[in-house]
């Protein structure tokens, strides 16, 4: 078993600039959601997938954007980039069915934004 | 709305001595409850969760949290500290309503050292 994957592992951009990150969820999970760590914090709730549709967000602007795939696997996309996006996104899938599923996390993905 | 805090950034203790990592929430219902672990430059791993059944829970790695309504709290504790569980440690919170679409709320985080 895989576990979660995301791609790429590290990424530097430009203020401006767009980037696309990727996360394939554990085996048999249906419910993507994404979290946004800055250095020295707690990760912050990004938004949640399933069954393709953003189910809900947390408080993040709409430059902020998704998407889940039939096979489950989703996209965190981040238009206009700012200095402040700099951070580390994690992925996490659950099993949809139950409360309290373990949320399993992926590795994350490194963004730097000069 | 829901929230954690953590208090004490960073905790040390020495080789075998206790480890009390603390834990406090603010929710307008019985929440779930979590400890996380992250380790350099690695995801979150579970350590345990609180959702509703025992108020003791036991989770990996000789760790354990007692939930306590009438503190508001869910302190982690573990009693012979390893070199090994030197991380970060994050507490967080989920609202049992939403059930499996549940998003989860973290306090700041508390990094461990222990010292040999």
């Known amino acids: 078993d895989a576990g979660v994957t995301q791609s790429p592992t590290h990424l530097i951009k430009t203020r401006g600039q767009q980037v696309t990150l990727r996360c394939s969820p554990k085996?048999?999970?249906?419910?993507v959601s994404w979290y946004q760590q800055a250095l020295g914090q707690g990760p912050q709730f990004i938004f949640q997938y399933y069954e393709e549709e953003e189910r809900q967000r947390g408080n993040f602007p709409d430059r902020f954007s998704g998407h889940q795939f039939p096979n489950y696997s989703s996209e965190l996309n981040v238009n206009a980039l700012l200095l402040g996006d700099s951070a580390l996104y994690l992925c996490a899938s659950n099993l949809g069915g139950l409360a309290g599923n373990e949320q399993f996390f992926g590795p994350g993905t490194r963004l730097t934004v000069l | 709305a829901q929230s954690v805090t953590q208090l004490g950034s960073h905790v040390s203790v020495s080789e075998g001595a206790l480890v009390l990592l603390r834990c406090n929430y603010s929710?307008?219902?019985?929440?779930?409850l979590f400890w996380y672990v992250q380790y350099p430059n690695q995801g979150l791993q579970l350590l345990l969760k609180y959702t509703s059944a025992a108020t003791l829970v036991k989770g990996i790695n000789g760790f354990e949290a007692e939930f306590k309504k009438s503190e508001t709290s869910f302190h982690l504790t573990k009693p012979s500290a390893h070199m090994r569980d030197a991380a970060e440690y994050f507490c967080a919170v989920s609202d049992p309503r939403l059930g499996s679409n549940y998003k989860l709320t973290f306090g700041k985080g508390t990094l461990l050292t222990v010292n040999p």
């Open positions: 085996s048999g999970h249906d419910t």
């Open positions: 929710s307008s219902v019985p929440p779930y």
